[in-house]
């Protein structure tokens, strides 16, 4: 830019807002980074950091607004924590609760449990005082719900048994991280707010205080979870308003954060909370296809904000204290994770699966180490390395999580794993095995696969399953069904189906990847035997058809044809 036209620039931006000229830096920045991370088939969540840092760092804020728009910074980083929050308090689901409540409170409460008790004593060793310990614990022990379950989405595996791991571990951490924002004022010294006395104050008065506020929050926030939400989006939808509805929405998450923020509990809990308030009503459908189209924006001026924070000279000086705790936090809670799937039932592979997925911080971790910056719980520096960690463990975990799958079955070919997991079986159910032929082996049992056992004993035929959810298992055992708690991808498996004797194997699951493993070894073992299976995609259909499935079931083209039959018959009846 000419240097003379320099000063009506300048004269020009300070007649705009502050918050808009750091808004449009930080989209069009977003844009021209996400575009070349695309082209590089890297992880965009990484880049939407990096566009922060540089931001941030290259002279252009100073340039445009100074002090103003410093302050825009913290105001984006707050409006952005807000609505990330209340997107993941909507996709919290006590439905999902329930069929994992087992993983959740075992596999979430060792979790929480072991890294903290790692997390707080390093933390006190080194110098830091206890409530700071809890504080870092806690922020290091959270994982990031929307990068690790997105991660297993893009791989096609979001069905798989680490998956289910992951979800269960993210939900205690969703229930603990309410529990623990509520109490977080405790922990905080007082004076950093200027709602707060500047004077330390007595512990029981400041309890009592908390535990007021939070009981008005959570009878306010039920009330309107219960009545006023109800009332309010079923009078919007009378009205037909498309827009009003999605308008509503924003204005009932922004409402409860307010009230969150007026009772110094925190914008970002009331939002999460606003979130929750409407994830388990009727209308989660439509807002989640009215505001989850917009979550990636969320999600964008997340990262964003906080790669605004990061100074890249003090980061500089630091590089190796941000490499090695990236490092060391990534590597130990992937093994307690595995560790502890192991323990659960899962099998090797996808236990390091749900490791690796976990591995990472979260969004609340940030969150956390956000709100622990002001009290100066410990210094710049510290706090400069501790959220360039977290950002970089969230910004590596989708190529960590691509190179999970070929590490496990290199790990399995070196040995790792032999010994697989079986559940206690009764005596007359392993002799029932050892006796079986002419029966049918089922590998999955989701609705489709439990529809076909139904079908086939109706028939008289004997079936065999083979499954990987361990309350599945101990189901059909229940019920005295055949069934083994194993990995159809490993070889042992088919050693134990009695596949020399079996009528037919049936996939009906659509995971092509292990499907098309797992059918290389039945076509190893036994070529001539029938073999069913399923594909999501029709580019799989042809694959799993050169490696012998004799009948292949699309979902994709089934579902056309069914939308198809269903738009014929409508029109006839029109």
Known sequence: MDLSVMPIFLATTESLPPLFILLALMLVAVVLVSLLLLHLQQSLLAGYFLCGVLIANSGVLELLGGGQTQAGIAQMSEFGVMLLMFTLGLEFSLSDLKYVRRLAFAGGGWQMGLCMALAVPAALVSGMAPNASIILAV??????????LKSFQDL???????????????????????????????????????????????????????????????????????????MLL?????????????????????????????????????????????????????ILADVMPIKDLFLTLFFVSVGLMIDVRVALDYWQSILALTISLML?????????????????????MAGIGLSSAGEFSLVLLQKAGPAHLWSPG??????????????LLPALMRG???????????????SKPKLPESDILRQRMKEMSGHAIIVGHGPVGERLNKALQDQGIPTLVIDLNAETVR?????????????????????????????????????APVTAEALSIVRELRPDV????????ASDVERLKRLGAAVVVNDELEAAKSIVESALVMQGDA
Request: glycine content about 10%; overall charge positive; charged content about 15%.
């Open 332 to 352: 130990i809670k992937a093994g307690l994770i595995t560790l502890i799937a192991r323990r659960l039932g899962l099998v090797h592979r996808q236990a390091l």
């Open 404 to 418: 999970g799958e070929p590490l496990g079955v290199w790990l399995e070919k070196k040995g790792w794993g032999r």
């Open 156 to 230: 096609g595996h979001e069905s798989s048994p680490g998956a289910r791991m992951a979800l269960a571990v993210a939900i205690f951490q969703d229930l603990f991280i309410i529990l623990f924002f509520l109490g977080l004022p405790l922990l905080l010294p007082t004076g950093i707010n200027e709602s707060l006395p500047a004077t330390p104050a007595p512990i029981l008065p400041r309890i009592g205080s908390l535990l007021a506020r939070g009981g008005l929050f959570v009878v306010l926030a039920w009330v309107s979870a219960r009545w006023l939400i109800p």
């Open 382 to 395: 510290t706090q400069q390395v501790l959220i360039a960690s977290a950002a970089l463990s969230m910004g």
């Open 475 to 511: 189901t059909l055992k229940r019920h005295g069904q055949a069934v083994l708690f194993a990995d159809a991808a490993h070889h042992e498996t088919w050693e134990l189906t009695r596949l020399q004797q079996a009528r037919m194997v049936a996939f009906t699951f659509p995971d």
């Open 234 to 286: 079923n009078a919007v939808t009378r009205t037909r308003n498309r827009e009003l509805f999605t308008l509503s929405v924003i204005g009932c998450c922004i409402g409860l954060a307010f009230i969150g923020g007026m009772l110094n509990l925190g914008l970002a809990l009331g939002a999460f909370i606003a979130g929750l308030a409407v994830s388990e009503s009727i209308f989660k459908p439509r």
């Open 530 to 537: 029938p073999v069913l299976a399923r594909a999501r995609f």
């Open 139 to 148: 922020a290091l022990a959270m994982s990031s719900t929307a990068v690790s």
